[in-house]
C-alpha cells in the first residue's frame, strides 16, 4: 500500500505520532511518501529518518491512501493540496477539538492495522466551490468546511445580498456571512450560533456572522441551490475566506457559490460514531450537577 505523510510542522508534539506512525507503516510494509516540508520539519528536529521513504511535492502527489497528523487545520491544508485527486484521508489528531482528524494519539498503531486489514469505511464529504468572474481567487477556491464573507477591518458592517438558485433571501447587515457545508456546521459556523448538521446531510449552511438584527437566523438550504452573493461595503472591499485562505475583493465583484464536482474522501474507523465525537469534543452530558 502506498501512503501520503502530512504534518504540522508548528506542533512539536507530532513527531511523537510520527514515528509511531512510520514503525508501523514499516511493519506492515507500506510504501511511505512524505511532504517535502513536512520530512524537512523532521529532519531539523533531528529524527532518524534513514527508513526507506520517498518525497511528494504538488506536482507528483499520488497514493492508495493519506495521513494528516495535527489538528483540523492540517486536515484541511492535506485536502486542499490532495484537491481533485480525492485520495481517501486519515487525520491524527495532535490538535484541538478535531472533528476532522479524530484518532487519538493512543489510537494510532490499532487504526493504522485496521486500514491495512481493510476494516475501514471511507465518507464522502462535499466541498463548496467559489466562482468569480476572470477567476479573481488565486489560491485552491474549493472548501470544505466554509466561505466566509467578512468585513476587512474593524468599520462598519457589510451588507451581502444573496440569492438561492435565483430567488431572492436576505440583504444581510452584519460583520459577515457564511456559507458552510455539514461538514463545516462544527467549525466557524457553530461557533457563531448555527446549527449541527451529520455530515451524511446534503445541505448547506448560511449563517450570518453578528447581523445587525437579531431575528435574523442560520438557513439550512440544499447543497444542488446555486448560491449568488453581492457585497456593499463603506471602504469599498471586503474579505473572503476559503477554510481561512484568504483574499481581498473589489465591493463590485459578484460571487457564486455552488457544491464542487468532487468530494473530499475520509477515512473513519469502523466504530467511528459522529454522536459519540459529539459528546466527547464538545462534552455534551458532562454537567456537575448530581
Not at 441551490?225 to 453581492?230: A, T
Not at 474507523?269 to 452530558?285: A, I, P, S, V, Y
Amino acid at each position: 500500500m502506498k501512503v501520503l505523510i502530512f504534518g504540522n510542522k508548528c506542533n512539536e508534539e507530532v513527531i511523537q505520532y510520527a514515528k509511531i506512525l512510520f514503525d508501523i507503516l514499516q511493519e506492515r510494509g507500506a510504501e511511505i511518501f512524505l511532504e517535502i516540508d513536512f520530512c524537512q520539519f523532521l529532519i531539523e528536529k533531528g529524527i532518524n529518518m534513514s527508513f526507506e521513504h520517498s518525497i511528494i511535492n504538488e506536482s507528483n502527489i499520488d497514493a492508495d491512501l493519506a495521513f494528516s497528523i495535527g489538528g483540523d487545520g492540517t486536515f484541511i491544508r492535506t485536502a486542499a493540496k490532495i484537491g481533485r485527486r480525492e485520495i481517501p484521508i486519515l487525520g491524527i489528531n495532535a490538535g484541538r477539538l478535531g472533528f476532522l482528524a479524530d484518532v487519538s494519539g493512543d489510537e494510532i498503531i490499532r487504526s493504522v492495522n485496521e486500514i491495512m486489514d481493510g476494516k475501514y469505511r471511507i465518507e464522502d464529504h462535499a466541498l463548496l466551490r467559489l466562482h468569480t468572474d476572470n477567476h479573481l481567487y488565486t489560491d485552491f477556491n474549493y472548501a470544505i468546511n466554509e466561505i466566509a464573507i467578512l468585513k476587512r477591518d474593524s468599520s462598519s458592517m457589510i451588507t451581502i445580498h444573496a440569492w438561492a438558485n435565483g430567488t431572492f433571501i436576505n440583504s444581510y447587515q452584519a460583520d459577515g456571512l457564511l456559507i458552510a457545508t455539514a461538514t463545516g456546521s462544527t467549525a466557524y459556523s457553530m461557533s457563531v450560533g448555527g446549527p449541527i448538521v451529520v455530515p451524511q446531510a446534503a445541505n448547506f449552511i448560511i449563517t450570518p456572522v453578528a447581523s445587525h438584527s437579531l431575528n435574523v437566523r442560520p438557513i439550512i438550504i440544499p447543497d444542488t441551490w446555486e448560491i449568488d452573493l453581492k457585497v456593499e461595503s463603506r471602504n469599498k472591499q471586503f474579505l473572503i475566506a476559503l477554510d481561512g485562505r484568504n483574499n481581498v475583493f473589489n465591493e463590485q465583484t459578484p460571487l457564486k457559490i455552488k457544491k464542487a464536482n468532487f468530494s473530499t474522501k475520509i477515512i473513519r474507523r469502523q466504530d467511528h460514531d459522529f454522536f459519540n465525537t459529539l459528546r466527547e469534543k464538545l462534552m455534551w452530558g458532562t454537567g456537575t450537577r448530581k
